[in-house]
């Protein structure tokens, strides 16, 4: 309910750059370290080896902390500072930190594309699916805005579910739950656009047949998927016969050609 503050860009009259952060698991005696390099790549201040104070005995199962440097060429020197963050001699971040050349004002660049994959990621009738996005959770803005997406789902293109989380995952009922059978097979799509708060990001799409055991690409019902089932997939395709439906759309078009394709890679 209280966020700490972010800042996109700092000025060069700011005056201690202070960093925060949450955590977990970390052990007793924790090293930390941080690297300032400027704009030309030099490194021009380093903490060196610091103990993290922990007075707890075992592992500091959460925490939050925050670190204030005085850094004093950032105050003479614009452009895109990195800083390099160290915990037991391991690297754990590089942060760009931005620092406005004065009458500069701090931009907003929008999050982002998700990277995103179903889970199971060929659902059957009786699961519940979800998507879980498997963008970098620090890196997932350029400014560090909070990012929040909006799924969209849609089953045969009826949407089913649209909503906003700041979660990295979301999920619908399994077919069964929804009171849908699945024959003729049913295609599960889902949208999802992340949001900084101000702009949208680019939107991320997956869509998949419910397998329901039976075999998309066997358009002529001999239980294999051969080079017999594609001219009778163009058979029913001119005829619109509704075999040629194979993503069961409800009409018969190029997209169902692509849609037999997938589905004969995977074989039957």
């Known amino acids: 309910p209280d966020p700490f503050p972010r800042d996109r860009a700092v000025p060069l009259d700011h005056g201690f750059v202070t960093y925060w952060m949450m955590g977990r698991n970390m052990p007793r005696d924790t090293l930390y370290r941080f690297r300032f390099f400027a704009p030309d790549g030099r490194l021009d201040f380093d903490s060196g080896q610091r103990l993290l104070n922990f007075t707890t005995d075992g592992p500091l199962h959460r925490y939050w902390a925050y670190f204030t440097w005085n850094v004093t060429d950032m105050k003479q020197e614009p452009g895109d500072w990195r800083v390099e963050i160290e915990f037991n001699n391991e690297r754990i971040h590089d942060a760009t930190v931005r620092v406005l050349a ?23 009738p009786e699961d519940v699916t979800f998507v879980r996005v498997r963008t970098d959770l620090v890196d997932d803005d350029a400014e560090y805005d909070l990012v929040r997406y909006r799924y969209r789902w849609q089953i045969d293109g009826l949407t089913i579910r649209d909503t906003v989380s700041a979660g990295g995952a979301d999920a619908i009922p399994s077919l069964a739950d929804l009171g849908l059978d699945s024959t003729p097979p049913r295609m599960i799509s889902v949208e999802v656009t992340p949001n900084d708060g101000t702009i949208d990001g680019q939107t991320a799409t997956l869509a998949v047949l419910v397998d329901d055991g039976g075999c998309l690409a066997d358009v002529n019902d001999d239980g294999l998927a051969t ?19 194979v993503n069961n759309d409800n009409a018969c078009t190029s997209a169902d050609f692509f849609a037999w394709v997938s589905a004969f890679s995977q074989g039957c």
């Open 102 to 124: 004065d009458g500069q004002t701090p931009g907003n660049t929008p999050p982002v594309p998700p990277i995103i994959e179903f889970d199971p990621p060929n659902p059957g």
């Open 227 to 245: 080079s017999a089932d594609f001219f009778a997939w163009v058979s029913a395709f001119g005829t619109q016969a509704p075999e040629c439906d």
